[in-house]
Structures are given as structure tokens and as C-alpha cells.
């Protein structure tokens, strides 16, 4: 087996690993999350989950990565516990579905980003969406935003995966506080803002079997937990780095992002259509900004900067999902990179058509992803973590780090006895959701 690449610097993975976790999740998804689930409620719940969760999640990950220095499924056999890897391959499937959607919806941003040049979404946004999101023209933008993600991973982690993220995760920044900035002055805009930062202790209490599900599930996506991509990113890490001070600066930069996003979603909204959309399916995003982008002055040139955010975001989540069953395959088989990644965008690709046919089947694939396979790859992940291989990963949580062994302690106890129970109680009610979705249940179970 030839040498496997490492990270040229420690800001490459911080990067690289910023990047897997600042995606659509946090700009297209996350507004409307909380748009749809109680607003600054929804923020409360899902800011809970996404510190007190999903960072002792992603040091759990870290570890298993860095410690194997093997993809999410090999990781498992490395450390000993072979029984273990279907883990692993629940992660590499959940990057699978969650890639052969999330490309068509960046075929989306590809197709705003030539209506935001041409205007062909100024005049009536609900059509526009309604022509570039199923049929022809969203399979053929499918393809091309997976040829662009192809194209990256196969370069490699150092040339491809660290270079593409070392360029757009600071442009995301930039373009991003620009856009928070500009829509400050728009009238209207204090409105949006109070909506998006007062919460409503009562939504929370009274609707917590509605709220939890979406946010768990989208702080688990918006940090790439679950997928297995932070276990293959992981792996390229040497021992001197510090996983805990690496994965704070990693969380705190994501959720810094998601925040931005509602700092420009919400006062556009406000300030031109006055409310929200409380309802609507994956396309509320597009359709209600590109309307209010048509009623503002300068409103193309900013959609151009909007869209191009998403499309600079969608990417840098993209690569991280393919170097998932990439690595995989290159490591189980010693393929050269470059067909694996050729090969595997392909079938995913394929495995997206129907998403790009169908709304309705990109939903479907998204409800079971948030309310299924997130949280039951992180529940096993918790478990393998805390009470399987526990000696072994704190000892290396410990390596490179100046927390010290309390830090370590206290994280393997949480991650033992709390993680399971509140991922437990996520699942139930994430596939209760589904239940109802589908029929099987006349209503939810109410709690409290």
C-alpha cells in the first residue's frame, strides 16, 4: 500500500475540516430550519446541540480517526475491533444519499448563479425555480457541480481537498460578512433580527417533540457528524496536533457561519416581504430570497454574491462527502485516486437522478438522512467511543493537547452515559417524524 498523504499544516485541516462543515447546511438549510421550527427557538435548541453533542461527537471521531490513520469503514479493523466497521459503513452510506441530493440542490446554485448574471429570476421566482429544479435542466446541472467535486477530490487531500478549501472557506467569509453588512441597512431589517435572536421559551417547551429531531439532525449535519468525513480527514493528522483546541476552532467557525446566514436570510425577508415563509418544501430557500433579491435595488449583483457563497459552501461539503467512500476505496483496494473518484462520482450522480427529477424524492432522501441515518451513525459512534475502545482513544485525545487527562476524563464520561441518552431520545422521535410523514402514525406523540 503507497504512503498516504497528511495535511502540509495544521490550518489545512482546520480549514479543510471548516469547510466539510460550512456547506448548504448552514446557509441554504439552516434559516429555513429555523424559519419552520419556532424560529429563535429552533436557534436555542439546535446552539445546545450543537456544543453540548456534536463537539464531544466530532472528538470521538477525531480520535478514531487520527489514532487508525484509516478511512471511516478500515478505521474499525485498525484499532482491533473489525466487528465494528459496519459503523463505519453506515457512514459511508449516509455520505453516499446525503451527496446524491445535496449535488442536485448544488446544481441549483449553479443554475441561480447563471439566473442571477442573466436575470432569469427577477420576474417571477417561483417559476424560475420551478423550471431549474426537476427535470432536464436540474439533471444536467446535477452532473456538472459532480464533475466539479470529482474534479477536486481526485487532485488529492493536499492538492485538491486542502488547496480548494484554503481559497474558499476564508471567500465564504468575506463575501458572507459583506452580505450581513449590506442588508443591515435595509428597512425592516430590526424586525428580522428580533425574530432571529428572541426566542420563545414556550415554543420550546410546548413543541419539543417537533423541535428536537430537525435540530439535532441539522447540527449533526452542519458539522459533518455521522458521515464518516471527519474520520477520514482525521486520519491524515499527525500526532503533535491538538484535536480538542482544533475541533473548537472548527465548531466555533461553522456555527459563526450558520449565525452570519440568519444575520442576512431573516432581514431580507423582513425587509421585503415583511414575514417568513413558515412552510414549504427544499426549495423555500431559493424561491423566497430570489423574490426579495428582484425587489431591491442592486438586487441582481447581490444575488450573484449570495449564490456564489452557496455555490463556494455546497463545494467545500461536497469534496468531504466524496473523500469519504473515496478513501474507502483506495484504501481497501489500492486503486489509484483518480478512477475512484471518477468512478464513485458517477454512480452517485446516477443515484441522484430521481432527486433531480423529483422534489419530492430529494425530501424523502433528506428526511431519512436528518431523522435515521445521522443520528443512528452517531449513536454507534458514541457507544464504540465510550464503552468499547474507551482506554485507547482518551490516551489519544490526550496526544498534542494541553487540556490535560481531566479534559479526557470528563469527555469519556459524557460520552459514555449523556451523548447516548439525548442521541437515544433524537432517534425516537426522528423516526417517529418519519412515521408520521409516511402515514403509519395518525399524529406525533406529544412530550410534557
Partial sequence: MSERETWTSRVGFILAAVGSAVGLGNIWSFPFQTATNGGAAFLVVYLVAVFLIGFPVMLGEFVIGRRSERNAVEAFRALGFGEWSIVGGLGVLSSFVTLAFYSVVGGWVLSYIVGSVTGGYLGDAGAY??????????????????????????????????????????????????????????????????????????????????????????????????????????????????????????????????????????????????????????????????????????????????????LL??????????????????????????????????????????????????????????????????????????????????AELNLGSSFGNGFSTVWLWWIRIVIPVAIGGTLLLGIQSLLVKAGVLAAPIVLG
Fill in 313 to 394: 459552501a455546497a463545494l467545500s461539503s461536497s469534496i468531504s462527502l466524496l473523500e469519504v467512500s473515496t478513501s474507502f476505496v483506495a484504501d481497501r483496494t489500492g486503486y489509484d485516486r483518480v478512477p475512484t473518484a471518477v468512478g464513485l462520482g458517477v454512480l452517485v450522480a446516477l443515484v441522484g437522478i430521481p432527486t433531480a427529477l423529483d422534489t419530492g424524492v430529494l425530501g424523502w432522501y433528506n428526511d431519512v438522512v436528518f431523522n435515521l441515518l445521522l443520528p443512528l451513525s452517531v449513536l454507534f459512534i458514541s457507544l464504540f467511543v465510550g464503552w468499547v475502545a474507551d482506554d485507547q482513544l482518551a
Fill in 129 to 310: 425555480f420551478g423550471t431549474v429544479s426537476a427535470g432536464p435542466i436540474a439533471v444536467a446541472a446535477h452532473a456538472v457541480f459532480m464533475a466539479l467535486t470529482v474534479a477536486i477530490v481526485a487532485l488529492g487531500v493536499t492538492d485538491g481537498i486542502e488547496r480548494a478549501t484554503k481559497l474558499m472557506v476564508p471567500a465564504i467569509f468575506v463575501l458572507m460578512g459583506g452580505l450581513a453588512v449590506w442588508v443591515s441597512t435595509l428597512d425592516g431589517a430590526g424586525e428580522g433580527y428580533a425574530y432571529y435572536l428572541s426566542p420563545d421559551v414556550g415554543v420550546i417547551t410546548g413543541d419539543l417533540a417537533g423541535i428536537v429531531p430537525p435540530a439535532v439532525g441539522q447540527a449533526f449535519f452542519t458539522l459533518s457528524l455521522g458521515f464518516g468525513a471527519m474520520i477520514a480527514y482525521s486520519s491524515y493528522l499527525g500526532r503533535d496536533d491538538s484535536l480538542p483546541a482544533d475541533g473548537s476552532a472548527i465548531v466555533v467557525v461553522n456555527t459563526l457561519v450558520a449565525l452570519l446566514a440568519g444575520f442576512v436570510v431573516f432581514p431580507v425577508l423582513f425587509a421585503i416581504e415583511g414575514s417568513i415563509p413558515e412552510s414549504g418544501g427544499a426549495g423555500t430557500a431559493f424561491t423566497a430570497l430570489a423574490g426579495a433579491f428582484s425587489q431591491i435595488p442592486g438586487g441582481r449583483a447581490i444575488g450573484l454574491g449570495f449564490f456564489i457563497v452557496l
